[in-house]
Nanobody, 124 residues
Framework: VQLVESGGGLVQPGGSLRLSCAAS????????MAWFRQAPGKEREGVAH????????VYADSVKGRFTISRDNANNVVYLQMNSLKPEDTASYYC???????????????????WGQGTQVTVS
């Protein structure tokens, strides 16, 4: 499995960015994928999660109403649309994929088998 993120950059507060995660080596139309982020000196935290089969999503409270996770199963890509960005959104953003597991807690990193290399988002 290979996950490759893109779309990060520098943006002013209130601005928008769209991150992309290109997936290969997995059945993109039937997997669980998420975006995490990690700021310097902080733990990696779950931002948003999607079940690519149904499109069902869940978000961290800190981004609810501002970020949207979506998927393009035909092209094996998962997106994170980020609007109304704040300085506290500054972090490296990572795409992750996991296998189905009824015990999984989506925002816990240990459940994920595959990770991308990350893309930097700076809001300043």
């Amino acid at each position: 499995v290979q996950l490759v993120e893109s779309g990060g950059g520098l943006v002013q507060p209130g601005g928008s960015l769209r991150l992309s995660c290109a997936a290969s080596g997995l059945t993109a139309s039937n997997t669980y994928m998420a975006w995490f982020r990690q700021a310097p000196g902080k733990e990696r935290e779950g931002v948003a999660h999607i079940y690519t089969n149904s499109g069902s999503t869940v978000y961290a409270d800190s981004v609810k109403g501002r970020f949207t996770i979506s998927r393009d199963n035909a092209n094996n890509v998962v997106y994170l649309q980020m609007n109304s960005l704040k300085p506290e959104d500054t972090a490296s953003y990572y795409c992750a994929a996991r296998r189905p597991n009824s015990d999984a807690i989506w925002y816990q990193t240990t459940w994920y088998d595959s990770w991308g290399q990350g893309t930097q988002v700076t809001v300043s």
